[in-house]
Structure formats: structure tokens, C-alpha cells
């Protein structure tokens, strides 16, 4: 378990990283050509692209020649004697530094916003706060909105409602919601350099699209609100998941913005079609490469697994236990069966079905760990799946029996051997 958790935490970072090029390299063309809100909302590819990765893929259908079937029939045979080893050790270490490093930019990020939140104090007689870093829209449930305690001497009456436009825009767009997912998944993947470099794109993708849907709103007003950009004070850390009226985009560059057109809305439609195809590519593609366990290429190695299993089927009360030892010699990725009772093409209704699947880790390596995945099945029925990293010519235990209890209780002991 620890092992695949590993793997998957992997997967995901290198997927952060390789979308992360991608946005960053796109987001100005998409903003230039298109609008800035589409190169803000680009960034809604990132998570969903995680989502679709973490969807399970689907199972190919095996086929099996007939040396990669051991079928159990007649007297049960003894058991192999086999020592129980420790192959998932590293992947916990691993694991804990991990979870230490993203624990601690969690709690860097709670402490910033209590901090924040500890100088704010309530206007009288109004519905927002004050504070020294703002204008900022704080919070998630609700949003407050803070304003500096010279807000009033700052801005002018003109630029004033546009600053207050500019936190509508955040409040009605759920901005922080998404600042705050976009937090976590960076305290998640924390050694990631791309996540933070898309984190700050993002924050500064989101405030231009801000300044253009106020422009919308106040057209024929840019004037006063690159004044009032410049009256603004600096957003701190990226570690704050709120919407600040400053951000880490250069102020050239928002005021430049404010110097172009909106775009027509046919020439944002177009875009959105362009934006939504590209996403839709790219999670099939993410689909297609997930690993499946049933359909890995096979490798020119061979792989020698030692199995001695243990089955008990029945209910507890009256139970009954098959043992035997066998060895299957199958190419790296492919799969081998172990059948009790029944045929391969006519289950029976206690028929126990055993699948492994034996390759190496990493792929290719010689001296590496071997990762073994056993999908069991009951009459045909699927029940469960477990899956070990098991050093090379070494026994492990592997239990694959059911969370809840019930029959039936498969017990392994299988030494991997790399043939080659």
C-alpha cells in the first residue's frame, strides 16, 4: 500500500510539472489573442487533469497461453515455508518526508492567515473590515472584505468604486476557493519547483482578469484605475489564500493590459472551444497512460514466481482450507492464473482465481525490487486486488483477504525471482 501511494503521489507531481510548462507557456498567447479571464481560467485544466488521473483505469481483458495456468486439482500438497520480509520500508520513509514537509507549509500557511486575521478589526457602521494589508478579499465562508484604514484618503471618489468592483469580482467569482485549492495542492507537492511557479502565474493571471472585468463594467475608466493600481499596496506571500488587489504580476504589465480592448465575444467563444478541446485531449491522454495492471507490455525477462497458497473458503463456522505450491515462469508483465477448481472457461461457483502479474522496479532495472499484483476472484466474480514490492529471490506473505471478513481468505507466500 505504501508503495503505490508513492507511485501515485509521483505520477501526480510529474503531472503538475508537465501541465505546469504547458500553462505557463500558453497563458499570455491566450491572453493576448483571447482574453485574460480565459487565461485565468485555463488554470482549471491543472486540478482536473489530477481528477481524471486519480479515476480508475479501466482492466483489459487478460488472455493467458496455457504455461501461464496452474490449475489446483486433488490432494492438497504442503505449503512452502517462507520468512515474512519488510520490502516496503523505504516507500514509508519516503512517505514520512513527505507528509513532514507538506505538514510544515500547511502550518506556515494557518499561521499567516491567523496572523492576518489577528490585526483586522470591524469598521463601525459598515460591512467591511479594516486592516493594514488591503484592499483584500479574506476568507471562504464568507469572504470579508478588508480595506486599508486610509482607504478613503488614498483613493479618490472615482477610484474608489473600482476598487470595490475589482474584490466584487473575486467574491462572485469564488477566487479565494480556488487560491485555497490551489495552496494545497502546492503544500501537497512541496518539492515540486512548477507547482509554485504555476501558484504565482496563476495569482497574477487571476488579478489581470479582474482588472478587465472591471474595465467591462467602467469602460472608457482606465486612466483612473491604473492610478489607482499604483496607490495600491503590495500583496505579501503566495503562502495567503486570498484575493489582494495587488499581486506578484508585474504593475507594468496590468497597466499595459488595461491598454487593450475587450475582446469580442465571438473571439472569446473561439477560444473557450479551443481551450475546452485541448482539455479533453489532454485527459484522454492522461486516461491512456495510467498504468493497467492487465495491460502492461511484456518485457524480454523472465520472472520465476515460488507461490505457496493457502485458501479458505465457507463461512467461519464451517470452513474449508486448500493448500499447494507450484512455480510459475512468466515474461516480465505478463500475467499467470492459478485456478481452484473449476476450468478457466467454466467457472464454478466456489472457483478461486488468482492473477499475478510480476515486473520490475523500477522497469528495466536489474537489480531492482519485483512488483508483484494479485487480482482474486470467486466464481467468476471480482473480490479484491493487493499488490507488494518483493526483493528479488526473497520470500514475502502477501494476504489478500477481504477487509470485511468475509470468505474467501487467501494466504501467499511467493518468492520472485528475475530469471535473466
Known amino acids: 500500500m505504501s508503495d503505490a501511494l508513492l507511485h501515485a503521489l509521483l505520477r501526480q507531481s510529474v503531472l503538475i510539472a508537465v501541465v505546469a ?8 498567447p491566450l491572453a493576448r489573442y483571447f482574453s485574460p479571464g ?38 492438497p500438497a504442503e505449503p512452502v515455508t517462507a520468512t515474512t520480509g519488510s520490502p ?16 510544515v507549509i500547511v502550518a506556515r500557511m494557518v499561521w499567516l492567515q491567523r496572523r492576518f486575521g489577528a490585526t483586522l478589526t470591524h469598521a463601525p457602521h459598515a460591512r467591511h473590515w479594516i486592516g ?34 475589482h474584490e466584487d469580482v473575486h467574491r462572485r467569482r469564488f477566487d479565494n476557493h480556488w487560491n485555497a485549492l490551489a495552496a494545497a495542492l502546492c503544500a501537497l507537492h512541496w518539492f515540486n519547483p512548477l507547482a509554485w511557479l504555476a501558484l504565482r502565474a496563476m495569482r497574477a493571471d487571476q488579478e489581470v482578469s479582474c482588472d478587465q472585468a472591471v474595465m467591462r463594467r467602467f469602460p472608457g475608466r482606465e486612466a483612473d484605475y491604473g492610478r489607482a493600481l499604483l496607490r495600491a499596496q503590495q500583496s505579501p506571500s503566495p503562502l495567503q489564500p486570498w484575493s489582494a488587489w495587488r499581486s506578484s504580476h508585474p504593475l507594468i504589465d496590468r497597466v499595459a493590459m488595461l491598454r487593450h480592448p475587450p475582446r469580442s465575444l465571438f473571439r472569446r467563444m473561439l477560444g473557450a472551444a479551443l481551450l475546452a478541446t485541448l482539455a479533453l485531449g489532454a485527459a484522454s491522454a492522461v486516461h491512456a497512460t495510467k498504468p493497467r495492471p492487465a495491460d502492461i507490455p511484456p ?21 474449508d482450507k486448500r493448500k499447494s505450491s507450484m512455480r510459475l515462469i512468466v515474461r516480465e508483465g505478463e500475467q499467470a492464473m492459478v485456478l481452484m477448481g473449476g476450468t478457466p472457461d467454466k467457472p464454478a461457483p466456489d472457483q478461486v482465481k488468482l492473477v499475478l502479474t510480476a515486473r520490475r522496479q523500477p522497469p528495466g532495472s536489474l537489480l531492482g525490487d519485483l512488483f508483484v499484483t494479485v487480482v482474486a476472484s470467486q466464481g467468476g466474480r471480482p473480490l479484491y486486488e493487493n499488490e507488494a514490492v518483493m526483493a528479488n529471490a526473497q520470500p514475502s506473505h502477501l494476504n ?3 477487509a470485511d471478513g468475509s470468505m474467501p481468505i487467501i494466504d501467499l507466500r511467493i518468492t520472485p525471482t528475475l530469471q535473466d
Open 21 to 28: 510548462i504547458a500553462l505557463l507557456t500558453l497563458r499570455r
Open 400 to 402: 489478500v483477504a477481504p
Open 299 to 319: 518485457g524480454e525477462a523472465r520472472i520465476s514466481l515460488d507461490i505457496a497458497v493457502e485458501v479458505t473458503t465457507g463461512t467461519k463456522a464451517a470452513s
Open 38 to 75: 480565459l487565461a485565468y481560467a485555463a488554470w482549471t485544466v491543472l486540478p482536473a487533469l489530477l481528477l481524471v488521473d486519480l479515476l480508475p483505469a479501466s482492466r483489459a481483458v487478460p488472455t493467458f497461453a496455457p504455461g501461464q495456468i496452474r490449475m489446483i486439482d486433488g490432494p
Open 88 to 103: 516496503l520500508a523505504s516507500s514509508t520513509l519516503w512517505l514520512s518526508l513527505w507528509a513532514v514537509g507538506a505538514l
Open 132 to 165: 493594514e494589508q488591503g484592499p483584500a478579499l479574506v476568507g471562504l465562508w464568507p469572504a470579508r472584505l478588508v480595506l486599508p484604514p486610509d482607504f478613503e484618503q488614498r483613493f479618490d471618489a472615482r477610484q474608489r468604486p473600482l476598487v470595490l468592483a
